[in-house]
């Protein structure tokens, strides 16, 4: 039999449909676990395979999506009963098809946000997808499909799981939504980064969207992927008939959108909610002549936070340099007193400032780098969108850093002695990222441009040894002091040209190393800098708080014509934006408003201590802290903040209101509410992500909230609503097999207390579809739900 990764990207390769929903209409119950039925309806799962081998595909997936740990908990069967049993019966069908085709170890979320944002650890969620990869591999699967995954930190968890511990090709398909962003923030671009800095197999999208919306994001994914591309849409949008949950988009016409598709580049089509057999025969039908577009290498040079991607081209990018220990006293004195917030303050700065990557070094003798390395990137990606530079000569703190940041980072650094390519080179196959290669080796550093070039393509040609392409490095040809040199200048810069310009590799410098032991150093290191840029130098590691510098890098991007139109140099220079200073320092003193629109806990504590011994609690609430929330939910709304920094700045604004308690309890009064919120996620239901953030921000918003938690039943949640005399009531649901659960709890809320108010909200949701099952008020994301909230109880 032909493997798998062999097939993939030759020709077109075919995916089955649904599961669920099929099931449904086999007699599955709302809220009851479709996995289980390997356990205890094997026949109809068996008969489900086999109806789509039947129909032509070539990949059936298991029924294995939500077999894990914390779903199987209390069912009476283990997660690796459940997968090793769906893998069996997938297998069983493809003997019995009698022709070639494979099995899909089929792997879903997990249903929780990873911290900081939730309450998972990275490394917990990792153990889990760990023990699902192992059993579904024991038992016999061809491939690990990833799929409806929304948050590319869960992503990496489970991607680095199959890698660590199974042989598998890794597919992963996630569900973005028609504006081609994830739950968590990522755009295409950036998803695609990371994974191919993972070196997964083949990307794509599932679930959320239908054939038509799918499409529309596609020429993005085309653009940016470099591996086979992969989409299994719904068959359209949800509709509710009869109580039960229909796809309007019959076989024929999603066969038409999906040959589309495949002439537009993708090479593996499927089905993912609401398709049939007969969805997957048409398609094959209508596509299985179409010869795929062969995957090519874009030859991007990018690396990624957690919502874009920073590509390296003709545009110069700045790295701020400013989160590091050397020549600053005062950043050395944060690192020893375990200062978070005075470091997320510098990013936060140095972002304001125009830098596009922060530089992130931590290194001091006396403190454990690699524990505060991990600390220091996961604090700033909570509160800055900028990819990072993990700069760190301990292999130790480099790869705790790698292993927990969350996207496709720069690494600072390798350098030409064969220690170091062997120590770092190993980390980038596995996690991915770009690399700063130094031009210096077992000689030290070369006095000549030839000496510095030869290092270049030494480093180069080993970096190729581990699968990693020149696109994936920058070359620092070294800026040394022309104090006590002067042709240390022209060795840097002739040497950069010749690499940029004859090698197509991408460069970097600390350009202000030039004007080391000299008078008034910004002016030789400006003038450096400009000189560097027009020779070819891609990043530059400056501090973006200098007038100077970055009069010179705006002037220079609008000469080369990188800046189109001049449109940020006129915007940096008409008065429409506020030039740095090149005194600017990070202020001690933070505003309430600030720290709370920041993301700064600490921040927004100490300002709100310091504001209540002159402002009442009432108006510190209403004249600071729900201005601050709104801003945030409005640029959350713009999609120009998302979701970890709106929750960031949920959890700043609750340590503004733990202040205002402790004043409240000194005085023996307490804080009013706005009214009580009942929220749960229906029967059934295990996911409760959306609901949690929902339940942060009406706390936010002065709401009592009694939170019921997942998998409940209608009659508590109508009791609850009843003992407690609410008004309104919250109702979350993630999976299309729990939705109709919600329908049935609203007629019952409806029945019993007919003047309550239902708001809904889940990935399987839509306004018509709320209107359907007798909501009252259906919100896309987690902001509209405060607006309704609080509309409804101001009158």
Known sequence: MTKFIDKLGTKMLFFDGAMGTILQSKGLLPGEIPELWNMTSSDVILDIHKSYLDAGCDIVKANTFGANSFKMKDTGYSCEEVVTQGIKLAKEAVSAAGREAYVALDIGSLGKLLKPLGDLEFEAAYEAFKEICIAGEKAGADLCLIETVSDTYEIKAAVLAAKENTNLPVVVTMIFDEGGKLLTGADVSAAVALLEGLRVDAIGFNCGLGPVQMQKLLPELHRVCSLPIVMNPNAGLPVVVDGQTMFNVGPDEFAGVMKEIAESGASVLGGCCGTTPEHIKAVISMCKDIKPLKAEDKGLSVISSYSHAVELNNRPKIIGERINPTGKSRFKQALRDNDLEYILKEALTQQ??????????????????????????????????????????????????????????????????????????????????????????????????????????????????????????????????????????????????????????????????????????????????????????????????????????????????????????????????????????????????????????????????????????????????????????????????????????????????????????????????????????????????????????????SFDVIDLGKDVAPELIVQTALDNHVKLIGLSALMTTTVANMEITIKQLKAAIPDCKVMVGGAVLNQTYADMIGADFYSKDAMGSIRYANELFEK
Not at 425 to 435: D, I, R
Not at 526 to 553: D, E
Not at 604 to 621: H, N, R, V
Not at 673 to 682: D, E, F, P
């Open 352 to 701: 304001d400032n125009g830098a596009h990557i922060l530089d992130v070094n931590v290194g001091l003798p006396e403190i454990d780098e690699p524990s505060m390395m991990e600390r220091t990137v996961a604090g700033i990606q909570t509160v800055v969108d900028l990819p990072l530079q993990i700069d760190t000569s301990d292999i130790e703190a480099m790869e705790r850093a790698m292993r927990i940041y969350n996207g496709k980072p720069l690494i600072n650094s390798v350098n030409g002695k064969q220690e170091s390519m062997d120590a770092v080179f190993p980390l980038v196959a596995k996690y991915g990222g770009m690399v700063v290669c130094l031009a210096l080796d077992e000689d030290g550093i070369p006095e000549t441009a030839e000496g510095r070039i030869q290092v270049a393509k030494k480093i180069i040609a080993e970096a190729e040894k581990y699968g990693i392409s020149k696109k994936d490095l920058v070359i620092d040809t070294l800026a040394m002091t022309i104090s006590t040199g002067q042709e240390n200048s022209a060795i840097t810069l002739d040497s950069l040209d010749y690499i940029r310009n004859e090698m197509g590799v991408h460069t970097v410098l600390g350009v202000s190393n030039i004007s080391f032991g000299l008078p008034q150093r910004e002016i030789i290191t400006t003038a450096f800098f400009t000189i560097a840029l027009s020779r070819g130098l891609s990043a530059a590691i400056i501090n973006p708080a200098s007038t100077s510098m970055m009069n010179a890098y705006y002037s220079y991007c609008a000469i080369n014509g990188s800046d189109e139109q001049c449109f940020d140099y006129i915007n940096q220079y008409s008065g429409a934006a506020q030039q740095p200073s090149s005194s600017a320092k990070q202020s001690e003193e933070t505003s309430l408003f600030d720290a709370v629109v920041r993301g700064l806990s600490e921040s927004a504590y100490t300002a709100a201590k310091e504001l209540l011994k002159a402002k009442e609690p009432l108006a510190l609430i209403d004249e600071d802290l729900i201005p601050a929330l709104d801003k945030v939910g409005q640029g959350f709304e713009n999609k120009t903040i998302f979701l970890p920094q709106l929750l960031m700045s949920a959890e700043a604004a609750k340590s503004g209101f733990d202040a205002i308690k402790e004043v409240l309890a000194k005085k023996g009064t307490a804080s009013s509410s706005k009214g009580t919120v009942v929220i749960a996620t229906v029967k059934g239901d295990i996911h409760d992500i959306g609901k949690n953030i929902v339940k942060v921000l009406l706390e936010n918003y």
